[in-house]
Every structure is written in structure tokens, then in C-alpha cells.
């Protein structure tokens, strides 16, 4: 149980165009989904909690208007990279906790975003 | 300073090793911690909490000090299988805060 997913795994795209990625758990309800992102030899760095029916919370430094978070279900959430550029080339991983009282976070498999 | 820090290694050891991590802390108001464990290009994985009191599964030991801010996971007995990328993990605020640290890389040879 605890599947969490997302799609596309791997992406490249032009610079100025937007990439939405999807990440949705597939056997359980997410009340809150977080999203993070790693760049190479770093460690994870949260970018946002999304919490369904509600705004995104965006840590500090990161641009909400750049990265639009919609969680619309219960089991998707998007995460949208507008006006992409190179600097954004990253891997981006989503994860989602069962429910207010869990402390353990599933995470998605990750989508590899590469900006040319 | 960063929340969590941690030796990114790598650690070559040999098949059979025992092998020990160690991860500090710098709030001291840190509530849970963990372990995961994350395989190249995958996502992090929980390998398991970390207590005061200590917590072992199988070859595997972890252990906190609080007094002290810091974290420790101990592999005996390493396989091939270990190699990996370990991250500490640190939480607060009813778990909606994670900090990961960078990660300490384990190769383990044959």
C-alpha cells in the first residue's frame, strides 16, 4: 500500500515553456502532498506543502508565481514550472503522508526535468 | 548553518564491514528523526526511525542524542546490497517540515 506516483518521469523542454508534472497517490487519500527538489549531490529540498482544497505553502526562496501548486483531489496534486529555464533542469519528487497523525512521507518516483 | 549536515562520503568498505554514519542537528526543537535510505537517480526510501532509547532491525542500528544533536546509523555485517546513499532525516511542526541532509554515499565491495 502507499503508492504514491508520477508522471512524466522525464521531460525536456525548451526554454520559456511550462512543464506540469502530476503526482498522484494511487491507494489512499493524501490530505497533504509536499514537493521537493534535488539537484545532483544535494539533498532534498522541500519547495512547497500542498494541502487539497487549499493554497500551497511555499518555503522561503522559492517563487510561487514560477511554481504554480494545484491540489484539486484528494489523490493529485500538480506542480507546474512556468517559463522554464536551465537553472530549473532538476529532479523533482513529490511525497504524501496517509493522513494528519502519520509521520511517514511516500514518495514518488521522481521526474528528471532537463530545460535547453 | 544548515539544519542537518552529514559526511557525504563516500565510504568504501569491504563485504562483511561494519560501517557507522553519523548526522547532527542544529535546532533543538527537532521533534522526530529518521533514516532513508535513496538508490541513484530514485527516491528516498524510510529505512526507520531513529529513538532515544535506540532502535535496531536486523543488521541495522540507529540511535539519537539529543544532548548532544545527533544521529547515528550503524550497518552490520554490510552487503553489496547497501550501497546506497543514506539521508538523515529531521522533522518539526506535527511533521510537516522535513529537513534531509545531503547524504552519505555507501559503496560496498565484494
Known amino acids: 500500500g502507499a503508492v504514491v506516483s508520477q508522471h512524466p518521469s522525464w521531460v525536456i523542454c525548451k526554454s520559456g515553456t511550462s512543464v506540469k508534472i502530476e503526482c498522484r497517490s494511487l491507494d489512499f487519500q493524501a490530505t497533504t502532498m509536499f514537493w521537493y527538489r534535488q539537484f545532483p549531490k544535494q539533498s532534498l529540498m522541500l519547495m512547497a506543502t500542498s494541502n487539497e482544497g487549499s493554497k500551497a505553502t511555499y518555503e522561503q526562496g522559492v517563487e510561487k508565481d514560477k511554481f504554480l501548486i494545484n491540489h484539486a483531489s484528494l489523490t493529485l496534486s500538480t506542480l507546474t514550472v512556468t517559463s522554464a529555464h536551465p537553472e530549473d533542469s532538476s529532479f523533482y519528487i513529490c511525497?504524501?503522508?496517509?493522513?494528519?497523525?502519520?509521520?511517514?512521507?511516500?514518495f514518488g518516483p521522481g521526474t528528471r526535468l532537463t530545460v535547453t | 548553518r544548515k539544519e542537518v549536515e552529514q559526511d557525504p562520503g563516500p565510504f568504501n568498505v569491504p563485504e562483511g564491514a561494519t560501517v557507522a554514519f553519523n548526522c547532527t542537528y542544529s535546532?533543538?526543537?527537532?521533534?522526530?528523526f529518521f533514516w532513508y535510505r535513496q538508490d541513484c537517480r530514485k527516491e528516498p526510501k524510510l529505512l526507520m526511525s531513529?529513538?532515544?532509547s535506540g532502535n535496531e532491525d536486523g543488521r541495522f542500528t540507529a540511535q539519537l542524542n539529543r544532548a548532544s544533536q545527533y544521529i547515528s546509523l550503524l550497518i552490520r555485517d554490510s552487503k553489496l546490497s547497501d550501497s546506497a546513499t543514506y539521508l538523515c532525516?529531521?522533522?518539526?511542526?506535527?511533521?510537516?517540515?522535513?529537513?534531509f541532509g545531503s547524504g552519505t554515499k555507501l559503496n560496498v565491495k565484494p
Open positions: 535546532n533543538s526543537a527537532s521533534q522526530s
Open positions: 531513529v529513538y532515544s
Open positions: 511525497s504524501a503522508r496517509t493522513g494528519l497523525g502519520a509521520y511517514e512521507q511516500y
Open positions: 532525516v529531521v522533522i518539526r511542526y506535527n511533521f510537516n517540515k522535513f529537513y
